[in-house]
Every structure is written in structure tokens, then in C-alpha cells.
């Protein structure tokens, strides 16, 4: 039986930074098939804000079957199964993203710049089955995860990691307020229903001179602008939201938090022909749809085209060239 989307969204969508108006920009008629919508699910955006969302939301229980699926896919290493021929074009291509991808270095270094030294307190809200967690435990942080998905619970917990469940939107009780130094939210956003929630959540766990660290999906960048909702990190369903960098720095800006630093990441990963191949079984799913009958497939990705790609991107300023922004943000008036 087919996943519901929620009945209580709004009959006409609207910005969720300025509640002003906004038009339809993708339509997804796989995903409208997929959980059996009378409409055509689409991503609206808002040209104030720069910013986009998936129209209707899912319903939690649609959630929840995206969420199991994503961990299973991972857990299985399906986004790693294509093993393509290594011809010299291929070799080249790759090493040519890697030499020219300077995005910022290390999160846990961009970080603890802008915190005090000795012991500090950290919180992952979604963190997953705890992989960032764990690299931050090793730097000597004192860690607490919260993830909503049992099944990434129980791996984070496996691994010796204290994870609560809950979410950025609805966080757990036993979690306590004012009590962390560094709040961080690594591509958690594009997820949440109410944004604005989630942010003011994060910020409530602060203590004074704590900084929230906040990235996602760069729909500002040339990757997106490229392959549109086929995008890697386009994801439609389990993501409701599209930030560019000036809309992230808009909601910083409406939820009482000032930018203390930026940072880019993710270009090399655009050249991967894992990449291209998982982007291209997102298409089916977004495009066509369980069951369709239509034609299959996305028009192929010419690998001359990605070399043409690679020369036209590679000197690029990073709010175009990088798949991945981030923020990191303290709430105003802290001291």
C-alpha cells in the first residue's frame, strides 16, 4: 500500500523564510505516482530568498519508508556497487576533480576555531549511525547524538556512541538545554518539515559562547544547476528543502543567529561515475516511478561532456563550484 503524504499541508505553499509567494520549479510526477498523490509533487521556489521545498510534504509514515530504505541501501553498499571500467579517460577525469577540488578542510579543525580550548561538549542532531560522531569522540569531544531512524540508532549505539532518539524538530526531553558548546547539524536541514523549528532547537542547547555548525546541499552550486532534482544530493522526498548560501544566511538572519564563518565542500565527488550512476537510478525514481511504463532511463552523461564540465567549473568561487555550504553561527548577543 502506498505512503500517504500529510492532509494538513497548506492549499497554496509559500516561503518558509518570508512567507512570501513562489512558483513551481521541478515536477516530479515519479514521486506523485510513488505515494499515490492527486497532484503532481513539485519543488516550488521563493526568487526573494533563493530558496526551494517539495510540495506536498511526505507524511511521516511516507518518512519512514524513505528513511528504511536509505539505511538499508547503505547498509548494503548499493550506492557502491557500479564498478566502471577504469579507461584512461575515466583516470583522468577523476584525477583532474581531485587536484582541483579545494573546498575547506577538515569540519572538526573549522570548528574548534571558534571554540574554547579544553574539554567541550558537542551534539549531533541527526546524526545517523554515527560516523561524524565518532570522529569527533576521537578529537577528545564529549559527544551526545540525537537521530530519529531506530535502525541508525542501534548502529551508533553498536559502536559505543550515547545516541537519544528524536529529531532537529522535535528533540528529546533527556536531552539538556544550554549545555553544549558546539550544536551541529551536518545535512540535516534539506530534511525538516519547519526549518525554523529545527534551528531554534539548536540554538536552545547553547551554552553562551556555544556555535551552532550547520551545511547543506548547495542548490547554489553548478552541480545542481546541471542536473537539477537527478542531483546526487537533490534526494526529493527524504529532502523537502533546497538552500542556496544566501538563503541558509537568510534563515541564520530570521531565527536571531550571526555568521561567524563559511565553508564549501564536495567537487570531486561530481565526477565520480558511482555518482553518475546512482543519479541516474534517483531519475527513475523521481521521474518514472515504481511500476511506470514509460521509457526508461536519463539521456546518458557523455564523459567528453564531463571534461568540458570539469574546464568550465574548475575556477569557479565556491559558492558555485561546491556541492556542499555550511555555516557556523552563534545566536546574537552572546558574548
Same mark, same amino acid.
Given at each position: 500500500? &502506498? ?7 497548506? &492549499?497554496?505553499? +509559500? ?17 506523485? /505516482? ?6 503532481? $509533487? #513539485? ?11 517539495? @510540495?506536498? /510534504?511526505?507524511?511521516?509514515? $511516507? ?9 538499508? /541501501?547503505?547498509?548494503? !553498499?548499493? &550506492? ?6 577504469? #579507461?584512461?579517460?575515466?583516470? =583522468? ?10 573546498? +575547506? ?10 571554540? +574554547? ?8 542532531? *541527526? ?7 565518532? $570522529? @569527533?569522540?576521537? $578529537?577528545?569531544? %564529549? ?17 559505543? =556512541? ?5 529529531? &532537529? ?14 550544536? =551541529? ?21 547553547? %551554552? ?11 542548490? !547554489? +552550486?553548478?552541480? @545542481? ?27 541564520? *538572519? /530570521? ?19 558511482? %555518482? ?12 518514472? !516511478? ?35 555550504? !555550511?555555516?557556523?553561527?552563534? %545566536?546574537?548577543?552572546?558574548?
Amino acid at each position: 500500500m &502506498a505512503a500517504s503524504v500529510e492532509s494538513s499541508v497548506a &492549499a497554496e505553499p +509559500s516561503c518558509l523564510i518570508c512567507n512570501g509567494s513562489v512558483r513551481p520549479r521541478y515536477g516530479l510526477p515519479g514521486l506523485s /505516482r510513488r505515494f499515490s498523490l492527486e497532484t503532481v $509533487a #513539485t519543488v516550488s521556489w521563493c526568487d526573494v530568498c533563493d530558496v526551494g521545498f517539495l @510540495f506536498p /510534504r511526505p507524511s511521516p509514515e $511516507a518518512n519512514a519508508l524513505l528513511y528504511d530504505e536509505y539505511f538499508d /541501501r547503505k547498509n548494503r !553498499g548499493a &550506492a557502491l556497487s557500479v564498478r566502471p571500467h577504469p #579507461t584512461l579517460l575515466n583516470r =583522468l577525469r577523476v584525477h583532474l576533480a581531485y587536484r582541483l577540488d579545494w573546498g +575547506s578542510g577538515s569540519q572538526i579543525d573549522l570548528i574548534r576555531k571558534h571554540v +574554547s580550548q579544553g574539554e567541550v561538549d558537542m551534539c549531533e542532531i *541527526g546524526c545517523g549511525t554515527g560516523d561524524m560522531l565518532s $570522529a @569527533f569522540a576521537r $578529537a577528545g569531544f %564529549r559527544t551526545v547524538g540525537v537521530e530519529p531512524t531506530a535502525s541508525a540508532i542501534r548502529q551508533a549505539r553498536e559502536k559505543g =556512541l550515547e545516541v537519544l532518539a528524536g529529531s &532537529a524538530e522535535e528533540l528529546p526531553a533527556a536531552l539538556p538545554r544550554a549545555a553544549f558548546d558546539i550544536v =551541529l547539524l551536518t545535512q540535516v536541514l534539506e530534511h525538516c518539515h519547519d526549518p525554523i523549528r529545527a534551528i531554534r532547537g539548536a540554538l536552545s542547547l547553547l %551554552r553562551p559562547r556555544g556555535v551552532l555548525a550547520v551545511d547543506v546541499p548547495n542548490c !547554489g +552550486s553548478f552541480q @545542481f544547476r546541471d542536473r537539477g532534482m537527478d542531483w546526487f544530493h537533490a534526494d526529493p522526498g527524504r529532502h523537502v528543502n533546497y538552500f542556496t548560501p544566501g538563503a541558509l544566511q537568510a534563515l541564520m *538572519g /530570521r531565527v536571531g543567529a550571526e555568521v561567524l564563518d563559511r565553508y564549501y565542500y564536495q567537487y570531486l565527488d561530481h565526477f565520480l561515475e558511482e %555518482r553518475i550512476e546512482v543519479e541516474r537510478v534517483g531519475w527513475e525514481r523521481t521521474q518514472r !516511478g515504481e511500476g511506470s511504463s514509460e521509457p526508461s532511463g536519463s539521456p546518458p552523461v557523455s564523459r567528453l561532456r564531463l571534461l568540458g564540465t570539469l574546464a568550465r567549473t574548475c575556477f569557479l568561487p565556491h559558492d558555485q563550484k561546491y556541492g556542499l555550504v !555550511g555555516v557556523i553561527a552563534r %545566536r546574537v548577543g552572546t558574548v
